[in-house]
Nanobody, 124 residues
């Protein structure tokens, strides 16, 4: 079983930055595609960013392009989400997910494992 643990969430003012981390268990982390999703109050879960198993390909929702950066350190079994120029509409619980097939796409369905989530709150 793959265990994912997110950290780094918190309260930040609009225009500020946060860096989320997701630590994964397992000996084959480098074979997983990884993604970040978020769910705001009263809203459905939505895609934020994804990265392929090697880190060579990244994908972003239009709403975060130019502001967020996903990266991974396979030696540390960790994926990151650097969030800059944060807006109040970025407020949500952020979830890390692993795609064992390695694609790290934008659809939630292929992701096999999910973390518990970390709260990000952006004030005006």
């Amino acid at each position: 079983q793959v265990q994912l643990v997110e950290s780094g969430g918190g309260l930040v003012q609009a225009g500020g930055s946060l860096r989320l981390s997701c630590a994964a268990s397992g000996r084959t982390f480098s074979s997983y595609g990884m993604g970040w999703f978020r769910q705001a109050p009263g809203k459905e879960r939505e895609f934020v960013a994804a990265i392929s198993r090697s880190g060579g390909n990244t994908y972003y929702a239009d709403s975060v392009k130019g502001r967020f950066t996903i990266s991974r350190d396979n030696a540390k079994n960790t994926v990151y989400l650097q969030m800059n120029s944060l807006k109040p509409e970025d407020t949500a619980v952020y979830y890390c997910a692993a795609d064992l097939k390695g694609y790290g796409g934008s659809s939630a369905g292929p992701y096999n494992y999910w973390g518990q989530g970390t709260q990000v709150t952006v004030s005006s």
